[in-house]
T-cell receptor, first 116, second 116 residues
Framework: GAVVSQHPSRVICKSGTSVKIECRSL??????MFWYRQFPKQSLMLMAT?????????EQGVEKDKFLINHASLTLSTLTVTSAHPEDSSFYIC????????????FGPGTRLTVT | AQKVTQAQTEISVVEKEDVTLDCVYE???????LFWYKQPPSGELVFLIR??????QNEISGRYSWNFQKSTSSFNFTITASQVVDSAVYFC?????????????FGQGTELSVKP
């Protein structure tokens, strides 16, 4: 099956710094990538949808200036959490969808962010 | 609007018991897909099953079975003879590929604890 990787798997950063999370589709071209956030004991909440070569579409309530998403190639999307605060500590998961019409999303293993 | 409801927040059973996880969904789309995912403590989502809106056949895979009923907008998941390794959070999800870019809407999740 299709494989999606995320890097790093865990990251600890200090309050006020920025951190970048990478999401890569390893064996297919992903025209669309999704970024989800999951707080402890909660469900996955979609943050944004990114299409290769265009600006990301953010869900209501998600600050686009704080969560910068770049989808510069068909195999890589990045999420940058700028000026991180402790409340940004969460589990971030990406998923990728292939070219053409497809209902399939392939999930990455997730990145656990802790802001101290 | 699309919505997925998993009314059971936590379920605890003893090994070898059968357990059913409920999922009720809402959508106005006629073409949609339903999913079940397992999320063990490691955090990585494990795909279990996908069903499209035109296929109401029930499915069995080993100890797992799924009951899809459009009349009640439900897609329930049963584990037969549960095992400790089944302990995880289980998510039901919905996507309508022709609508909103195919993003997944997740239920709140059901945390299953199987005790020896």
């Amino acid at each position: 099956g299709a494989v999606v990787s995320q890097h790093p798997s865990r990251v600890i950063c200090k309050s006020g710094t920025s951190v970048k999370i990478e999401c890569r589709s390893l064996d297919f071209q992903a025209t669309t990538m999704f970024w989800y956030r999951q707080f402890p004991k909660q469900s996955l909440m979609l943050m944004a949808t990114s299409n290769e070569g265009s600006k990301a579409t953010y869900e209501q309530g998600v600050e686009k200036d704080k969560f910068l998403i770049n989808h510069a190639s068909l195999t890589l999307s990045t999420l940058t959490v700028t000026s991180a605060h402790p409340e940004d500590s969460s589990f971030y998961i990406c998923s990728a969808k292939g070219q053409g019409f497809s209902y399939e999303q392939y999930f990455g293993p997730g990145t656990r962010l802790t802001v101290t | 609007a699309q919505k997925v409801t998993q009314a059971q927040t936590e379920i605890s059973v003893v090994e070898k018991e059968d357990v059913t996880l409920d999922c009720v969904y809402e959508t106005r789309d006629t073409t949609y897909y339903l999913f079940w995912y397992k999320q063990p403590p490691s955090g990585e989502l494990v795909f279990l099953i996908r069903r499209n809106s035109f296929d109401e056949q029930n499915e069995i895979s080993g100890r797992y079975s799924w009951n899809f009923q459009k009349s009640t907008s439900s897609f329930n998941f049963t584990i037969t003879a549960s095992q400790v390794v089944d302990s995880a959070v289980y998510f039901c999800a919905l996507t309508a590929p022709y609508n909103q870019g195919g993003k997944l809407i997740f239920g709140q999740g059901t945390e299953l604890s199987v005790k020896p």
